[in-house]
């Protein structure tokens, strides 16, 4: 497993395809072709605390990649989505949408961040009013939506749906209608993962504009944007005042307050050990076995550039020269 630790897509460049027209988020990289398209490159990247790490996990893009063209294929009777096709585990074709700029989060459980300002005696989140004498990972009794700026660089800032509307980000009636369907998109992942012997936790959808019409952008249900809790003894678990047994990327960000580093200004983000992230990779393989009832088999992605300027040449209009 070691070796893999080499072959790493920390980054991506296509010969002739000028920066301008290339996004680089935390984990991916956009390349808006002429056509109302984007090539989405999930790289092994890997982001906590809104902080990238300098070391990339193995196949960790392929996993997210998949996973989320999984789900999206699932919930595709719910809302339009950008996804066009998967020419390699590590791409995406997807609409060009406009994006709407904030993160819908969903919570079903006092857990993470929620809990974080709940414990130290926060009992509004996001505009939302959150039930008294709770404990760390209860379900909550409806799940709650505490939605996030999303930003560009450094850290999104929670924001309530009445700031959302005074600063008109969003209309009234397209919040309305981003909210509902964040909530049947949840029910479903809800009802999904339940199948698979999951508790979906919490998970963050984003949206945008194609054509004028509502689309779900971005990864759904993955370990990225998701946290579950194995269904099995989570009862006695949360009676007992356990830790659940997770599958997220929570692990990512333990370790690295195990390692003094909280996201803060002036701290110094520590360095991934090969064994921790040999054990993340393992994670995720783990969650994609688990979600979708398949092994993950990892691709070869030796002389990956050269495969994804292929990608893009076949997915430029005809007559379009490269960017």
């Not at 989060?105 to 005696?121: D, F, S």
């Not at 926060?122 to 404990?135: A, E, N, S």
């Not at 993962?193 to 054509?211: I, N, P």
């Not at 054990?279 to 398949?294: D, H, K, M, P, S």
Request: proline share 5%.
């Amino acid at each position: 497993m070691k070796e893999a630790l080499a072959h790493c897509i920390q980054t991506t460049n296509v010969a002739g395809f000028l920066e301008k027209n290339i996004y680089r988020g935390k984990v991916r990289d956009v390349y808006r072709l002429y056509n109302e398209k984007l090539a989405i490159v999930t790289t092994d990247r890997i982001s906590a605390f809104d902080h990238i790490l300098q070391e990339a996990i193995p196949y960790k893009g392929q996993i997210l990649n998949t996973i989320a063209s999984f789900f999206l294929e699932q919930v595709e009777d719910i809302i339009p989505t950008h996804l066009l096709s998967v020419p390699h585990p590590n791409v995406t074709i997807a609409k060009d949408c406009r994006v709407i700029p904030i993160e819908v989060v969903v919570r079903g459980y006092l857990t993470g961040h929620a809990w974080r300002v709940y414990k130290n005696g926060g009992r509004v989140l996001c505009g939302v009013t959150l039930p008294d004498g709770m404990k760390e990972h209860q379900r909550f009794p409806t799940p709650i939506i505490t939605p996030a700026t999303k930003a560009d660089q450094g850290h999104d800032e929670d924001i309530s749906e009445q700031e959302i509307l005074t600063r008109q980000i969003v209309s009234p009636e397209l919040w309305e209608a981003i909210t509902n369907t964040a909530l049947k998109l949840f029910e479903r992942g809800t009802e999904i993962a339940e199948k698979r012997g999951l508790l979906l936790v919490d998970t963050k959808y984003e949206f945008g504009l194609y054509q004028s019409q509502l689309t779900l952008i971005d990864e759904v249900h993955t370990p990225d944007s998701s946290r579950y809790f194995y269904a099995d003894g989570y009862e006695e678990r949360l009676s007992n005042d356990e830790p659940q047994k997770q599958l997220s990327k929570e692990f990512v960000r333990e370790w690295l307050m195990e390692n003094k580093f909280f996201g803060k200004d002036g701290e110094t983000l520590p360095n991934l050990t090969d064994e921790f992230r040999i054990e993340v990779y393992q994670r995720y393989a783990e969650l994609f076995n688990q979600i979708t009832g398949r092994d993950f088999i990892p691709t070869e992605t030796k002389d990956f550039n050269l495969t994804l300027e292929s990608i893009i040449n076949e997915n430029m209009t005809v007559g379009k020269s490269k960017p």
